[in-house]
């Protein structure tokens, strides 16, 4: 008997590339319900050649997650394909935000901490010096909003996280949980007092044993901020299944699963035409779309797994004439007390240029969906309302050559204030009944790329050290 995954996003296709590590290609299922693999990550180009990156658009090359995706370009020899931002360019340097009307570059420097750059009353370096005085709280968790509030004032809370949160995940700051991105903070706060003691502490401690390569060694010394491929993100989707092929694995694509029935020692799943016994399933799949298909058998996990909610956002890819950008960098994010009904604008052309023309990405909706979008029917609504914004707030008031809009349904997971208990929960549940099910995917460890890779990887280790 094989093993089966769901889901032919980045996740799936990492989990049966580990797979095939440790077993026999003919005894890995792939199925996806969709026409392709590859998942949200798609880049479109369009007939001038100009890429369109649907969702995700770049890799950070730090942390562990970051090093262990290094090392599987190297192994998967894309790394020639590579291109990266550099730490020292603008993309890389110039974050934006806009609050009240005007755009404003965040701080990039340690030197910049000490002067005043609004929209901030004062210097930052008085917030983080005053962090060390701050008492501590006990608290389970807490929305990453109110943790950054109470430790270091409102303004870097509303002008920081706010955006930020709103960038990586379309959410709501003063709903998703510390632990989402600042999981390593609260914990240094819980345990040490303040933040400051904690990373004094980490300087001195840290051990940590990075997923080497070759890439990861360029990555260092070249100061990569960011990197993608010559032909956008989808080239590494593109190549994990082209090995996939390869080594004898053709995933299932339109195989679209509709339940899942666990035995003792068994999984049969089941699709629309057929069922296939197996001995363990990997889901790669929204934890809440796993929640149907279990839901008959373990409703109270059906219960756990669709607490995990993911919001809607709205893309809108624009292709202008000519170099339009007259103060390069990243882009810019807006604080949803802004009330403004984009999260931001991504310049892509600053991060790699294509053929000295312009391309943008407009974001919308997230957490917010409902509250702007919930009467638009059409795609033009979305491009109307992003072009207005560019006009106003870039100023730029040409027609773009061409454009894309994608609504991407339920495409990032929301981990709210309780999330990492919910996963926890989800966890004992699947220990305590023994069900022959690894979870991995957005939904449980991260959300980016690399998270997800990362959390492929480990699944795959795990089942095998349990064996
Ligand atoms: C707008 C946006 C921008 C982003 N930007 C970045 C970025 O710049 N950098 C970054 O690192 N990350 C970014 N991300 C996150 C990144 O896109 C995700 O981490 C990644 O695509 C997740 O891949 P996945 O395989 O887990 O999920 P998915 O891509 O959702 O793949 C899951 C697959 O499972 C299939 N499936 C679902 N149900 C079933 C079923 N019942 N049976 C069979 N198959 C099924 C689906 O069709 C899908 O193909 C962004 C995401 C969005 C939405």
């Known amino acids: 008997m094989g093993v089966l995954v769901l889901g032919g996003g980045v996740s799936g296709l990492s989990t049966a590339y580990y797979l095939t590590k440790k077993l026999h290609p003919t005894s890995i299922y792939l199925w996806e319900a969709s026409e392709r693999c590859g998942g949200w990550i798609r880049s479109h180009r369009n007939e001038k050649g100009i890429i369109f990156e649907q969702a995700a658009r770049t890799l950070r090359p730090k942390s562990e997650a970051g090093a262990n995706t290094l090392a599987l370009v190297e192994e998967l020899q894309l790394s020639k394909d590579v291109c ?21 570059a965040l701080p990039s ?50 002008y920081l996280i706010n955006p ?37 502490y980490n300087l001195f401690t840290k051990n940590k044993g990075l997923p080497q390569s070759s890439l990861l060694d360029k990555a260092k010394r070249e ?5 993608s491929f010559k032909n956008g993100l989808e080239t590494l989707p593109r190549r994990l299944n082209e090995y996939l092929n390869s080594v004898g694995i053709l995933p299932a694509i339109n195989t679209q699963c509709e339940k899942i029935e666990f035995s003792k020692n068994e999984v049969i799943a089941h699709n629309q035409n057929s069922s296939l016994k197996i001995k363990h399933l990997f889901s790669t799949i929204l934890s809440e779309q796993l929640a149907k298909l279990i839901v008959d058998q373990h409703p109270k996990l059906s219960v756990l797994l669709e607490s995990i909610k993911s919001v ?26 802004e009330n403004l009904p984009i999260l931001g604008v991504i310049f892509d052309t600053c991060s790699f240029e294509q053929n000295g023309d312009t391309v943008l990405t407009v974001m919308m909706g997230g957490h917010w969906f409902q509250k702007y979008f919930a009467n638009f029917e059409q795609d033009e609504q979305f491009y109307n309302v992003a072009l207005n914004y560019i006009s106003k ?39 305590t009944f023994r069900l022959p099910i690894s979870i991995c995917g ?26």
């Not at 990266?84 to 404003?104: D, E, F, M, T, W």
């Not at 340690?110 to 002067?115: A, D, G, H, N, P």
């Not at 480990?458 to 064996?467: D, G, T």
Request: include cysteine.
């Open 164 to 200: 930020l949160i709103c960038g990586i995940c379309a959410g709501n700051a003063k709903e998703v949980s510390v632990n989402f991105l600042a999981g390593q903070l609260f914990e240094y706060e819980q345990s040490y007092g303040n933040i400051s003691k904690g990373l004094l």
């Open 84 to 104: 990266c931002v550099l730490s020292s360019s603008p993309a890389a340097k110039k974050r934006l935000i806009y609050v009240n009307g005007q755009l404003h």
């Open 393 to 431: 707030i870039l100023n730029i008031h040409e027609e773009p050559i061409s454009h894309k809009v994608s609504i991407l349904e339920k495409c990032i997971p929301q981990y709210s204030i309780g999330h990492k208990a919910t996963v926890e929960s989800i966890n004992n549940y699947i220990s």
């Open 223 to 227: 100061k990569w901020n960011v990197y």
């Open 109 to 158: 420097s340690i030197f910049s901490l000490f002067k005043k750059i609004p929209p901030f009353s004062k210097p930052l370096i008085t917030n983080f010096l005053n962090e060390y005085k701050v008492p501590k709280k006990q608290v389970k968790d807490e929305s990453i909003h109110d943790f950054i509030s109470r430790r270091f004032g409102h303004e870097i809370a509303d």
């Open 442 to 467: 957005m939904s449980f460890q991260g959300v980016g790329v690399n998270d997800v890779i990362l959390s492929a990887k480990k699944s795959v280790n795990n089942f095998f050290k349990n064996q």
């Open 312 to 337: 809607n956002v709205a893309v809108v890819n624009l292709h202008f004439k000519g170099e339009l950008i007259k103060n390069p960098g990243f882009g810019f994010l807006v604080p949803p007390q």
